[in-house]
């Protein structure tokens, strides 16, 4: 196996006292210059240890730079950190929270990482310990023992919290990218490919496991990985999810109950129920049922990009305009930088 341990390279990772932006209404919140980009269109999101709910990606408002934190969402207010407040990346596109607290970023242009204590910023750069720039963080995965992953193209990093670990195609990864990471509660990391001959890879700290489209997985363009609390694992892809149950996967489509075959985001909440986000809606499956949800029941918009689950185990979807949670049998929605003309 080839594994670079690489000490944390200086450039531009001192860690930096910030200023916390005053909360203000969302609604109030500046959108794109960009006369054709939506004001808010989430990438990915995750709850931290108080409740605040992190957003990060895609166009308009976060197109830019920054990151969005709901700190009081039923009350519609909203924390805009950006370059002035030491987050600095142009396009952050992943989102996770460690077993610390810590908020971690991942940048899609340039590839580098920030980690966000509640008070000072840290940036990493280079953490491969070459000079090559551009990298994309596609997904950010956080172990159960705290390590802190991350899928890359042609890479896979692991931070143990003092030094990296570098992964390649010659070690077990799929080839050529890496598109999705997911850690399971047994401490095995699961990797998609993306247009990649092995769809999926399972690494147990050891050993290498390929799963290949001949035994059985949708398609071989993975958009995303959950693994439940028993290891049930699912993979979402542009052609489908497939779900891996005692080493065999089943795969399901539109004909089966999911909305839209193409998704871009799965959440397993914490009655187990799995939850998949589709450009028609979000689709829930308890193991038995397919439920679907549009704008009929009160999400803001159907092109839903990103979800996540908050401490009580109640689902929000991110969507064009703003994000929506889940009541029970509706959605409650609440906008972002919808009063705001652009400049």
Known sequence: MFVGFVLITLLASACQQTSIPTPVLCTTLRPSDEPDSPAFWPRDMAFDQQGNLWVVG????????????????????????????NLKGAWIAAVSV??????????WLNGDVFRFDGNRWRTYTKYDGSDDEGNTVFDIAVAPNGDIWLAVPYYA??????????????????????????????????????????????????????YYVEDGLADNAITDIAVTQDGVVWVGTRH????????????????????????????????????????????????????????KDGLLNRNIMALAVDHDGIIWAGTEGGVSRFNGGGWISYLVGDQVESE
Request: with cysteine; charged share 25%; glycine share 14%.
């Open 58 to 85: 895609g166009n308009g408002l976060l197109g830019v730079e920054g990151a969005l934190r709901l700190s009081e969402p039923a009350n519609g207010m909203c924390t805009h950190f950006a370059a002035k407040n």
């Open 98 to 107: 460690d077993n610390k607290g810590n908020v971690w970023f991942g940048d």
């Open 157 to 210: 990093y692991r931070y143990d919290g003092q030094d990296w670990s570098t992964y390649t195609a010659e070690d077990g990864l799929p080839d050529p990218g890496i598109s999705a990471v997911a850690a399971a509660q047994d401490g095995d990391i699961w990797f998609g490919g993306y247009n990649s001959n092995i769809v999926i890879t399972r690494f147990d700290g050891f050993n290498w496991t390929p």
């Open 240 to 295: 489908g999810v497939s779900r891996l149950e005692d080493n065999r996967w089943i795969t399901y489509g539109e004909e089966d109950g999911l909305r839209d075959d193409s998704v871009a985001d799965i959440e397993v909440d914490q009655k187990g129920d799995v939850w998949f986000a589709t450009a028609e809606g979000v689709t829930r499956f308890d193991g038995q049922t397919w439920v679907v949800y549009t704008e």
